[in-house]
């Protein structure tokens, strides 16, 4: 069965840093361009992230370039999303998720993980 664990969430002051990390299982982790979406409250879900790791070719939103960061471990298929510099605003509920056409990220999500909680406070 194919899963995606997200873990790494936390509470944090404003300019502090986490790091998300999601396992994934069950598929060849390699193949898809897998990354990270976010939901606020009352607000609508978007794309934060997404890399295919065996060319490290990776996406951001807007708003997040220069202060998070994604990477993956092939070796371990985990996924990885470093957060710097964290603003009030990135407080949200964060997913991983793989896409259904594995090399297609805004092709539509097969699979999430649970979300993990993120929450920076001012």
């Known amino acids: 069965d194919v899963q995606l664990q997200a873990s790494g969430g936390g509470l944090v002051q404003a300019g502090g840093s986490l790091r998300l990390s999601c396992v994934a299982s069950g598929f060849t982790f390699e193949h898809y361009k897998i990354g990270w979406f976010r939901q606020a409250p009352g607000k609508e879900r978007e794309a934060v992230s997404s890399i295919r790791s065996t060319d490290h070719d990776a996406h951001y939103l807007d708003s997040v370039k220069g202060r998070f960061t994604i990477s993956g471990d092939i070796a371990k298929n985990t996924l990885y999303l470093q957060m710097n510099s964290l603003k009030p605003e990135d407080t949200a509920v964060y997913y991983c998720?793989?896409?259904?056409?594995?090399?297609?990220?805004?092709?539509?999500?097969?699979?999430w993980g649970k979300g993990t909680q993120v929450t920076v406070s001012s």
């Open positions: 998720a793989r896409p259904t056409i594995p090399s297609c990220y805004g092709c539509g999500m097969d699979y």
